[in-house]
């Protein structure tokens, strides 16, 4: 059971690029949602889907797309990188009354 | 206001020490409660599910009141291994997550 997996796990842009961190899992769980954790800082909500086909904003949305065609993937993609997006992102999951499984994040460097 | 409060710490212990952590959340209607552990920027990891009888693993015990909307966690017998963040959990719409608790333990 692979659980939620991420990539990659580091990646280095340049400003005004754009990228996609992927996001996949293999539990079947309707809920999917995409943080980023500055250092020293608690985890931030970027944007959430609920099932297949819907997305909503979180509480940091902006410079930020995703998408959900299917259950198992929730792709979150950088428009334009700014160095301000420079940050720890995790994707998660989980299902009903369960707690969350995060991936092992991704270290995004903007420069 | 946020949606979900922790300690803000840091908790600095001595080994052996027992230290307790708390969590108050605003929306009567949560249903479920967790604690995370978090270790130096890696993903956050799921320490136990809190249950209105209150439960126990261990060293740890968590604790629900759901009148004043409040979880802790204690931790027995402090560990070097337990120096973490420790992260309140009560999923409900779309602030979660507390900031967390840092707890360093000492030798």
């Known amino acids: 059971n692979a659980g939620v997996t991420q990539t990659p796990k580091f990646q280095v842009l340049k400003t005004g690029q754009s990228m996609t961190l992927q996001c996949a899992q293999d539990?079947?769980?309707?809920?999917m949602s995409w943080y980023r954790q500055d250092p020293g800082m608690g985890l931030r909500l970027i944007h959430y889907s609920v099932g297949a086909g819907i997305t909503d904003q979180g509480e940091v949305p902006n410079g930020y797309n995703v998408s959900r065609s299917t259950t198992e993937d929730f792709p979150l993609r950088l428009l334009s990188a700014a160095p301000s997006q420079t940050s720890v992102y995790f994707c998660?999951?989980?299902?009903?009354?369960?707690?969350?499984?995060f991936g092992s994040g991704t270290r995004l460097t903007v420069v | 206001r946020k949606e979900v409060e922790q300690d803000p710490g840091p908790f600095n212990v001595p080994e052996g020490a027992t230290v307790a952590f708390n969590c108050t959340y605003s929306?009567?209607?949560?249903?479920?409660f967790f604690w995370y552990r978090q270790d130096c920027r890696k993903e956050p990891k799921l320490l136990m599910s809190v249950y209105s009888s209150g439960n126990e693993d261990g060293r740890f015990t968590a604790q629900l009141n759901r009148a004043s909307q409040y979880i802790s966690l204690l931790i027995r017998d402090s560990k070097l291994s337990d120096s973490a963040t420790y992260l309140c959990?009560?999923?409900?719409?779309?602030?979660?997550f507390g900031d967390g608790t840092t707890l360093t333990v000492k030798p």
């Open positions: 539990m079947n769980h309707e809920y």
């Open positions: 929306n009567s209607a949560s249903q479920s």
């Open positions: 959990v009560v999923p409900w719409g779309k602030s979660t």
């Open positions: 998660a999951s989980r299902s009903g009354a369960e707690g969350y499984t």
